[in-house]
DNA sequence: GAATAACGTTCGTATTTACGAACGTTATTC
DNA sequence: GAATAACGTTCGTAAATACGAACGTTATTC
């Protein structure tokens, strides 16, 4: 798909996103020097590349600290996702639904590169709660929302696209990719994935795979080990089909 | 403060920029024909750029349709400013305040290359409203944002930086640069610049300027003209005061 | 349904960008 | 406070991108 001539994509334009990505990693800015450390080119390259996205204000540059952040014309960006999109406000407002109805974690996620990508959450009310956070990744064999993704690609497209050997996480975790095939046609059975304590000990994960404008979303409760049992997995798995319905019927 | 080489800018960065801005104007997303108009580039040229964004997930592919819109992971990267920047939503609580006091309809802007860029808007409830959008942008010198920001301006970066002579609007503008500067003087001394009329028939604004991370934003409150008078115009000036005092407070 | 127009794609060379090295300047170290 | 390290910036050449022209393919026109 991409150029013939540079099969690993246009340069510089992979550098202007690695730049986004890596401003919209930090709380506080970074400089000219970190940015370069994190993107992996020198100086002199980004120099300029980095003064032009400063220019145009997608890229903010704070002249007292000398760092570079997230510009206001992003922001705006996003915005126009939303609104073209439909949005991922009706997601939020389903989500919200799901926490108030079980009193968990609710998570929405995609599958990027064949990782998990968290995109929106509504925490739970409650103090013990976790600790993933927006724009980070996860591998997708071990998470459910991976899982409930994977259950809706064919069995190909998951062994050619899902690294393996698995990336280690608990002793929990599925270890070959035939393990996860069984668990992906379960989830193809019954409707939702389940991660018991497979990407971090102590917390279990219900999702479902929910399909809205021409994407494949998953979306998730989180629950601590202890107070997980029979009656809260229903709770959930109710709240979630009930969200996946809704969500799906407006398209 | 560009680079002494191509004193415009990055050429690649500022096409990944323009893709994204012209993406973003868009409702059901373009073809690489028309962002090739917009943006002004060869289609030859912009082939492996829209490509390598589109691989990334930053711009999204509709295979059907072939039509590209703006993609999931720009919608993180808005996020992240919010994150980062203490957020845009303090503004919104401020404005959705605004408009539960009086009642008309609330705007958000900075001033980008010498003109007003909407960022964020909180609608009246009553059924008379304006039509303006967020991200597109207005003269600076005929509307009450623009005037509240270039009152904290001195008076030799506004007629060095602002387009004259000035884009013709309405009547009632104003229409040379020193008149503009008596006006704004007149902001600096009352706190409140005002539009009657200057940009739309029929619309009355007044606006404040608001200083928040290091950043200028104009507040404004639009109001139909047959609908504005003292009371209205005292009434408003309290809630944009309100709002002023509560955002710059917090900082 | 033939002819035309528009689209996305590929190619080769002209043009621009890339980047190591070196600069002056500002933090850090000792 | 001298010496060192790190930063942002500039330069020249090596290497990448840019883009007109031409391709096959799909819409449009008549």
Redesign the interface.
């Known amino acids: ?3 013939r ?2 099969p690993a ?2 340069r ?3 550098r ?2 690695s730049i ?2 890596a ?7 970074l400089t000219m020097a970190e940015i370069c450390r994190i993107v992996g080119a020198p100086k002199s390259s980004l ?3 980095l ?8 890229v ?1 540059y ?1 002249e ?1 600290t000398g760092r570079y ?17 439909g949005g ?1 406000s009706s997601f939020e407002t389903a989500m919200r639904k799901v926490v108030a109805s079980c009193g968990e974690t609710c998570q929405l996620g ?1 599958l ?1 590169h064949g990782r998990v ?1 968290y ?1 929106s959450r509504v925490d739970s009310p409650q103090h013990i709660r976790l600790s993933s956070e ?2 980070k990744t996860l591998p997708a064999h071990c998470t459910a929302i991976g899982k409930a993704i994977l259950s809706r690609w064919d069995e190909e497209s998951v062994r050619s696209l899902l690294p393996f050997p698995f990336e280690k996480t608990t002793e929990h975790a599925v270890k070959h990719i035939d393990d996860l095939m069984r668990q992906l046609e379960e989830v193809r059975r019954c409707g939702f994935a389940y991660d018991h304590q497979e990407m971090a000990e102590g917390v279990e994960c219900i999702a479902v795979p929910i399909e809205k404008g ?2 494949l979303y998953g979306l998730s409760v989180s629950v601590p080990a202890y107070r997980f049992d029979t009656e809260v997995q229903n709770g959930v798995e109710h709240a979630l089909s009930d969200a996946r319905d809704q969500l799906e019927r407006v398209s």
């Open positions: 798909m991409s150029s001539y540079n994509g246009h510089s334009t992979l202007v996103l986004f990505e401003l919209s990693a930090t709380k506080s800015g120099f300029s590349i003064h032009t996205m400063a220019d145009s204000d997608y903010s704070d007292t952040s997230i510009g206001l014309k992003t922001y705006l960006l996003g915005k126009a996702f939303d609104r073209e999109s991922l995609v990027d990508l995109i927006i724009g021409g994407r």
